[in-house]
Structures are given as structure tokens and as C-alpha cells.
């Protein structure tokens, strides 16, 4: 067989096995794994071919216990015995894998459950997933919009998240799980998951750079809503997938889902749907250098949320109101705004709204020429984005404050901070991130 016909046969998980199938039968792969295979308790062997119904390239003792919907002290157990057993490998605690053909053939084994079960244990994997992520995202952003209850399905065993850190390490570990999660609920029509999902992990996606995977999951994320006929979460998909592509600098596209968006909440009186949109929008014409429409855009997002009485998302639109006012050259309204933003983030703690405001401030300070006073915004900007696990706006606040610090002959101090952001930037880039102007 030609190498290129092989490795093409290679590429698709359920076809490797077929691929390397030779003349000897006593080496075939699938009789090879057998032996391990049928040396199990029938609870393992059980537990074996479930965990093919799982889509990423490890799992958590948690999920395996969802996917099987059995207490979790049982199912660590029988994740020792397939250890032993070697067709696992715990790789961190509480963590497991296996090879390629060995997930590929607990897929084959899967196969042979019945289609009811196989569709229960992805129900409660997928529900495991969410909860997990509602319960996380919140400690992320706790003013991201919630989705109401969460589901209730029984046999699943919930993550433990109880503070930002946990949060944020569940979402590294889980990353590339979560975004298979979302197309197997796609796959499976579990649109609801998929929508929520996708909900759920945007404010983690945009913090860590992987916007390629978050405009594909928003992208997923709006068909599904399409698919239930769900327009209230249709409106929020096309909001979600208009911000990645922002980030992607795909601007018409951007601009195509947020007016559709905007349509959407107008239609059926959704006054904080419009205020996030307005709000987006006059961020999309600031990165287009377009101020005085994103100055309008802003502006109607603070009206409408000072009727609805957030203050947390108000301190965001004052923000953005003194940003544009100190990009049409009037740093002193810009200030003032500013600082209004400002105060407001103390009073509900919120620490990405503070983050964001002190770089604003940062930026109206140095462009009056007041150095001192930007460094000083900048610096603690970039604390509290590292505290968030912010890491692109980490790498632009150190970018900026790197420019204040050489214009004010801090040379080596500007040196270390551009070092730290390019650091960041080449440990984020591979997910799609690209260097983009702050409006």
C-alpha cells in the first residue's frame, strides 16, 4: 500500500484498525486487544466501552463516573483495573488516556451497545460537561448572562469548582474535551447542550486566546439554535460568533451577526440583549476607527442600562464612552467617564471591569503626557489580568506599558514588559489570536 494511502486511512479514527490489519490473524490488532480486553471484570469491560463514546483525548474520573452514571468511588476502581490492565494510563491525577488505536477500538466496542444506552451515557457525559462549565464560567465572569436552571439527569457526578483558579485550571484541562463535547452534541442533536456549551465556555475561550475555536463553536452553537427554533438563544449565538470574528478581524462578519442579533432581541423586547449588542457594536467601530459611531453605540448601551439598574455593565459602557472620547482628542471628558467606570467596578468587585477601565485610564494619562500616573494604570491593569487569567489582554497591557515606560526612559523596565508580552503571544497564537488595536 502506497505511504499516502495509508496515512489517509490512518487519519479517520474508526478506519486505523482496518488499515493495519495483516495477513496473520494472531496479529491483528483487534485480537491483541481482546486478550486485555476479555481478562476484565464485566463491570470494566462495561466501563471500556463507554469510555468509546467519548470524544477527547483524555478524561477525568468524574466524567468517566457521568458516562457510566455510577457512584464515583466505584468507577475510580474499575479506571485502576483498566490501568493495570494497560489499556489506560493515568497521565495526572485523576486524569487518563490511551493510545489512538486503543480509543479506537473501545469505539468499535461501543458500537456494539444499544443505540438507547449509548444515547443515555452521552446524555449524561454532556451533562456532566455543562453543569461543570455553568458552575465555573460564573467564578470567570459572574455578570456573563446565566441560562436559568441547570439539567437535571440522573447518575451524573458534578466537578467541584469553588474558586477562579479551580475554574480556570477545570477549563485548561477540560479545553479540548469541551470543544469535542460540543460537536458530539451536535452530532447526537443535543442542540440545547451544544448552545449552552458554547454559552458557557465563551468567556474562557476569549480569555485564552482560542478564538479559531470559539468562532467554530459559535458557529456550531447558531446552527443548533436555528435547528430548535430557539430565537431569544439564536439572538445570543449570533452576538457570540459576531465577537470571535471581531477577534479574527473578520469585520463585515462581525457586523452581519450583531446586527442580526440586535433584530433578534429588538423583536421580542430583550432591553439586556440590546444593551450588550449596542455595546459590542461601538466596540466593532472602534477597532474600525470609526469613533464617533462607536461613541453613539456606547452611549445608547449606557441608557438602556441605567434603566434596567446594572450597575456593573454601566461602569462598561462609561468605559467605553471615555476610551472614544479620548480617541476624538477630549481627554478631559474621557477621564471623567473613566473614572466614573471606575468607581462603579468597586462596588460589585468586578475585577475585569476594573482591569479594563485602569488600561482606559491608563491610555487618556499617557496620551496627556502624564507618564507616571499611565505606568502606574497599566501595571495594575496587567495584576489584576493575570489574577483573571487574561492572557491576551495581559499581552496588551504590557505592550502599552512597555511604550509608557520607553518614552519615559525606562528602558530596561520596557525591555522586561515587551519580553512578557511576546511571551504570552507565542504561547496563545497557534489558537488563533492576532494582534488587534484597542478601540
Known amino acids: 500500500m502506497p505511504l499516502a494511502a495509508l496515512a489517509g486511512k490512518l487519519a479517520g479514527t474508526r478506519q486505523r484498525l482496518d488499515a493495519l490489519v ?21 463491570e470494566a469491560a462495561r466501563l471500556f466501552r463507554l469510555l468509546g463514546l467519548h470524544p477527547g483525548p483524555d478524561i477525568a474520573a468524574p466524567t468517566a463516573a457521568s458516562l457510566a452514571g455510577q457512584p464515583l468511588s466505584e468507577v475510580q ?30 469505539a468499535d466496542l461501543a458500537d456494539g ?15 456532566h460537561y455543562l453543569r461543570t462549565a455553568r458552575v465555573a464560567d460564573q467564578f470567570l465572569d459572574p455578570n456573563w448572562e446565566a441560562l436559568g436552571d441547570q439539567p437535571s439527569v440522573s447518575g451524573v457526578i458534578d466537578q467541584p469548582v469553588a474558586s477562579h483558579q479551580e475554574a480556570m485550571a477545570w477549563f485548561f484541562a477540560e479545553r479540548p474535551n469541551l470543544l469535542e463535547a460540543v460537536r458530539l452534541a451536535v452530532q447526537h442533536t443535543f442542540d440545547t447542550y451544544a448552545y449552552q456549551l458554547v454559552w458557557s465556555l465563551t468567556t474562557f475561550l476569549f480569555r485564552s486566546g482560542d478564538w479559531r475555536g470559539w468562532a467554530e463553536a459559535g458557529q456550531a452553537a447558531l446552527a443548533a439554535t436555528q435547528r430548535i427554533g430557539d430565537r431569544r438563544a439564536e439572538a445570543r449565538a449570533h452576538r457570540i460568533l459576531a465577537s470571535a470574528h471581531i477577534r479574527l478581524r473578520r469585520y463585515p462578519d462581525a457586523h452581519t451577526h450583531y446586527q442580526r442579533a440586535l433584530a433578534l432581541f429588538t423583536e421580542f423586547g430583550d432591553l439586556t440583549g440590546q444593551a450588550h449588542t449596542h455595546l459590542m457594536l461601538g466596540r466593532l467601530f472602534g477597532w474600525q476607527a470609526v469613533q464617533e459611531q462607536a461613541l453613539e453605540h456606547a452611549q445608547r ?49 468586578d475585577r475585569d471591569g476594573e482591569a479594563t477601565t485602569l488600561a482606559s485610564l491608563a491610555e487618556l494619562f499617557h496620551q496627556s503626557g502624564q507618564l507616571d500616573r499611565a505606568i502606574s494604570h497599566y501595571q495594575r491593569s496587567a495584576d489584576i489580568r493575570v489574577e483573571l487569567g487574561d492572557r491576551y489582554d495581559e499581552a496588551e497591557t504590557l505592550t502599552s506599558l512597555a511604550a509608557a515606560l520607553e518614552v519615559n526612559g525606562e528602558h530596561p523596565a520596557a525591555q522586561s514588559a515587551r519580553t512578557r508580552a511576546a511571551a504570552i503571544r507565542d504561547q496563545i497564537k497557534e489558537r488563533g489570536a492576532t494582534q488587534i488595536p484597542r478601540p
Open 22 to 42: 495483516g495477513d496473520d490473524p494472531h496479529t491483528d490488532l483487534r485480537a491483541v486487544f481482546s486478550w486485555s480486553y476479555q481478562a476484565l471484570t464485566p
Open 113 to 127: 451497545l444499544g443505540l438507547n444506552d449509548r444515547r443515555a451515557a452521552v446524555e449524561r457525559m454532556l451533562t
Open 301 to 349: 448601551a449606557l441608557i438602556l442600562y441605567r434603566d434596567l439598574g446594572d450597575q456593573a455593565w454601566q461602569a462598561r459602557a462609561l468605559n467605553d464612552i471615555g476610551r472614544t472620547y479620548g480617541k476624538l482628542g477630549n481627554h478631559q471628558e474621557g477621564l471623567i467617564h473613566c473614572q466614573k467606570a471606575l468607581k462603579l467596578c468597586a462596588d460589585p468587585g
Open 77 to 106: 476502581l474499575l479506571l485502576t483495573e483498566l490501568t493495570r490492565a494497560s489499556l489506560l494510563a493515568e497521565h495526572s491525577v485523576g486524569r487518563f488516556t490511551s493510545h489512538d488505536l486503543l480509543r479506537a477500538y473501545a
